[in-house]
């Protein structure tokens, strides 16, 4: 079982920034391609960015250009540096991991506010 616990979110003004956090309990979390969703209330989850092993990256056309996903495999984390916050942006951030032998887990989510 892997657990994933996210941090960062809170509450910013339209054309601020956010970094979140995504911090993993496994030992393997190098061979996991990790994700950032998010969700809009009366929405579907939707893919923000994602970032495989070997540290390629794609992101959702919406936030290309403004969002940037890294990973530190050494300190087990995931991170979204989030620029030029739009009120679109307001979801509850999901991060999730995936490895095709060991299975996908979810995180419990962190909640971001873009409003003035």
């Known amino acids: 079982q892997v657990q994933l616990v996210e941090s960062g979110g809170g509450l910013v003004q339209p054309g601020g920034s956010l970094r979140l956090s995504c911090a993993a309990s496994?030992?393997?979390?190098?061979?996991?391609?990790m994700d950032w969703y998010h969700q809009a209330p009366g929405k579907q989850r939707e893919l923000v960015a994602g970032?495989?092993?070997?540290?390629?990256?794609n992101y959702a056309d919406s936030v290309k250009g403004r969002f940037f996903i890294s990973r530190d495999n050494a300190k087990k984390t995931m991170y979204l540096q989030m620029n030029s916050l739009k009120p679109e942006d307001t979801a509850v951030y999901y991060c999730?991991?995936?490895?095709?032998?060991?299975?996908?887990?979810w995180g419990q989510g962190t909640q971001v506010t873009v409003s003035s």
């Open positions: 999730h991991a995936n490895h095709k032998v060991f299975g996908d887990y």
């Open positions: 496994t030992s393997r979390f190098a061979i996991y391609a």
């Open positions: 970032i495989s092993s070997g540290g390629t990256a």
